[in-house]
């Protein structure tokens, strides 16, 4: 088998390929949790704690990314690129908090 010689110029395209890639799934492994997320926030009973609704919530999104091979690491990495699936899930986590009057700044580190 012959090595292929891959120009230095070549390889900041093909890495950047593959954070797309990364990002693409990610997003996907998110959105696909959003909706579990939403279901099990929906179904706690009337009275239900704000801990209760961050449970459901990341309960939800465990479920998702046992069913994905490497989706923890993805998800670790997607803070650096912000898709639409984090973003909503990062949102709802933050207004849940909100709601529990939790300070601004612990917030932003619980949903970072």
Request: negative net charge; charged residues 10%; contains cysteine.
């Amino acid at each position: 088998m012959a090595l292929v010689h891959v120009p230095q110029s070549h390889w900041a395209s093909a890495a950047t390929m593959a954070r797309g890639a990364m990002f693409q799934t990610a997003d996907r492994v998110c959105g696909q949790a959003y909706d579990p997320g939403t279901a099990a926030l929906t179904a706690l009973p009337p009275g239900a704690t704000w801990q209760d609704e961050i449970q459901a919530q990341a309960g939800a999104l465990r479920h998702v990314i046992l069913r994905h091979p490497s989706g923890a690491i993805l998800l670790a990495d997607s803070p650096q690129m912000l898709s639409p699936g984090a973003l909503s899930l990062m949102e709802r986590l933050l207004s849940t908090l909100e709601e529990a009057g939790v300070p601004a700044g612990p917030r932003i580190v619980a949903a970072g």
